[in-house]
């Protein structure tokens, strides 16, 4: 047996990630990979960057790690604006060094099976931070993906891209299952790459509030995407109590 549980986004939702973790125990997951933003909108960033920190996994840097080490003009919105000066108070300069210091892209080679890559938004420009929501923004990363698989966050969505033989396409029927089910898992064409996004631990925007990740089975070669679900109540307190907008607590209802 040889599974990582790969997490994205989880954007200092501390009830998700206990939740996500003990599922991916549970799954007999032995490592953990982590795609950035671990902090950013929710109430606990201290505790989920220590929380991933413990873990000495690979992790790559996301746009909400860069912009509280290193406060920009790119596009935010007041109110993820205002949850980022929050969580810059919450931070000590040793956990703002640890930030700083993630990549922006990495290879994982795991025990078993080849090694794949890992970015939190796009390999083509990490560190522009471009969404990527259809075949045509896919196209430019597959130009820069070495590697058969490569595991992205950032549009805290699920979704699968594939690439081969001057197509690009996309497979939703899985996504499908995975809402019905709350489970769904696929092999990869051997003759084919993948772009595939892990979905989102803290902050889900595909209308499911569930917490979303994926584990991969090197071994089986097998890719499972979850959902678990977890006190979504609890978060949204601990949301209103640190004083942060509404907006953010009412999400994580809606999953949007
Ligand atoms: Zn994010």
New binding site residues.
């Given amino acids: 047996m040889a599974r990582t549980a790969i997490i994205s ?1 989880i ?1 200092s939702n501390l009830h998700a990630l206990s939740a996500v973790m003990e599922d991916a125990w549970a799954m007999k997951c032995t490592d953990v990979v982590c795609l950035g ?1 671990i902090v950013g909108y929710n109430a606990y960033p201290r505790e989920c960057l220590d929380y991933i920190r413990e873990l000495n996994c690979p992790v790559v840097k ?1 746009n ?1 790690d860069e912009e509280v080490v290193s406060p920009s003009l790119i596009r935010m919105n007041p109110v993820a604006r205002q949850a980022m000066d929050w969580t810059r108070e919450q931070l000590d300069e040793d956990r703002l060094n640890w930030l700083g210091r993630l990549q922006y892209r990495r290879f994982v080679k795991p025990d078993y099976g080849m090694s794949y890559s890992i970015v939190h938004a796009s390999l083509d420009q990490p560190k522009a931070w471009n969404y990527i929501f259809n075949d045509r923004d896919s196209s430019t990363h597959f130009k820069q993906q070495t590697t058969q698989l490569c595991f992205h ?2 549009s ?1 969505s699920p979704r699968i891209f594939y690439h081969g033989g001057g197509f690009i396409g996309e497979n939703t029927d899985l996504l499908s299952e995975l809402e019905a089910e709350g489970y769904a898992e696929f092999q990869p064409h051997p003759e084919l790459k993948y772009l595939i996004n892990v979905g ?1 631990v803290g902050q889900p925007r595909d209308a499911d509030p569930r917490a979303c990740y994926v584990i991969y089975d090197t071994e089986l070669s097998l890719i499972i995407f979850k959902r678990v679900s977890y006190n979504i109540e609890e978060a949204q307190h601990a949301v209103r109590a640190a004083g942060l907008p509404d907006y953010l607590a009412e999400r994580l209802a809606r999953g949007c």
């Fill in positions: 986004d954007h933003d996301g909400h966050g950032h805290h989102s």
